[in-house]
């Protein structure tokens, strides 16, 4: 699957651990469940989803030690509460809030589409359906003329000014998307205009959900081709924009699946500790390129550029430590691929990822990696059409590296 089709169709977590799977079953990757007894395989590659949002696939080589790369598949978006429509001057809006934290103003006047899941009632109970609407809709601003501060003070009031129009009339948004039965949905208002290449020589990549649709899909890759000596995991989680609370996010979803490999393997307790201690966790989600128009808001010292390579992130925010970092790099330099070192400006605090809340339950080493973007949580984002390559190489060498390097470790 190419990335443009991967980001365009990726809508919601849905819609991209669906892809994410397709891309799977086409490299001969076996589907399991959780709470069967699972048969596994030196060298076959597997796959286990929950919540249709969330999916953890793994290889397996010789040796019982982890390497684990974790990304997310959801997006900050709009999220749409229930079937109820607003009605005000003869028009109908959806009722929405915001999921995450979007750069808001970048969500008016734009295509957008409903697309999610729905919950349907069958004769045999309840049947997930996949959703994404054949018509669009918008979030029209107000005029400068009848708002003189819109260019300072943007209106952004979330129950009244970023409620999308979806129709004139008489109008049913469960039957807009179905002819079943709904009874509940998890619904979202998204940007549906397509990728494309910007820049003279096309240097530059523009779209929605490049955070973190970018990490998943070079991870995804680098495991069809990476070859493991040890345990390779890629966990692409859902709900990290909104604090990885949930049975689909990290970790309880990837601890699981892990438990559930030690105990096909017949790995002991000590020998799954010894897996944990000498392996380690790529956490991949993207970082900042320093701006061109606002410098001063990135470390004096430390700047990462589009298309400079892969992103090694340093915050307290961030799991990533002197070790991890020394780790990777040295995995990087094995295989001659470029880094960056990225340090957030003393002021600001920067976000937060999946790494801290992975290393705190797993007790494992981790790393905080990304490509560097510009515009991030915008419905139209901004990245180096190199740094996807160079991501997925980075993650492949990880992943098919022995004890992810510790054993050249030597503490004095």
Sequence with gaps: MELKQFLDG?????????NACEILKENGFVQLTLGDSWQLERGRGYYVTRNGSSVVAFCLGQSNVFNI????TDSPSLKIKGDRLIESEGLKRLNTEKYGGGLLYSYFDRQLKVAGRLLVETPDGVEQQLAVSDYNVVVPSLAIHLNRESNEKPPLKLQTDLLPLFSQGEADLYASLTNGKVLDADLYVVPASE??????????????????LT???????????????????VACLDNEEIGSGTRQGAPSFLKQVLNCICAAL???PTEQMYAAENGMVLSVDNGHAAHPAHPEKHDPMYRCRLNGGVVVKHHVNYATDGLSAAVFKRILQDVNLPYQDLYNNSELSGGSTLGLVTA???????????????????????????????????VSAF????LAGTENITVR
Excluded: W
């Design 360 to 394: 705190r339950e797993l007790g494992m080493k981790v790393c905080d990696i990304g490509i560097a973007q510009l515009a991030m949580h915008s419905a139209c984002e901004t990245c180096g059409i190199e740094d996807i390559e160079t991501m997925r190489k980075a």
């Design 69 to 72: 790369a974790v990304s997310h």
């Design 10 to 18: 990726s809508y919601t977590a849905y819609h991209t651990t669906s």
């Design 399 to 402: 992943l098919s590296c022995t």
């Design 266 to 268: 017949e790995i002991t």
């Design 215 to 233: 990490s998943v899909y070079a991870s995804l890759y680098a495991l069809t081709e990476a070859e493991p000596q040890g345990i390779a995991v």
């Design 195 to 212: 990728a494309f290449e910007c820049g003279l020589h096309n240097e530059f990549l523009c779209s929605a959900r490049i955070d973190n």
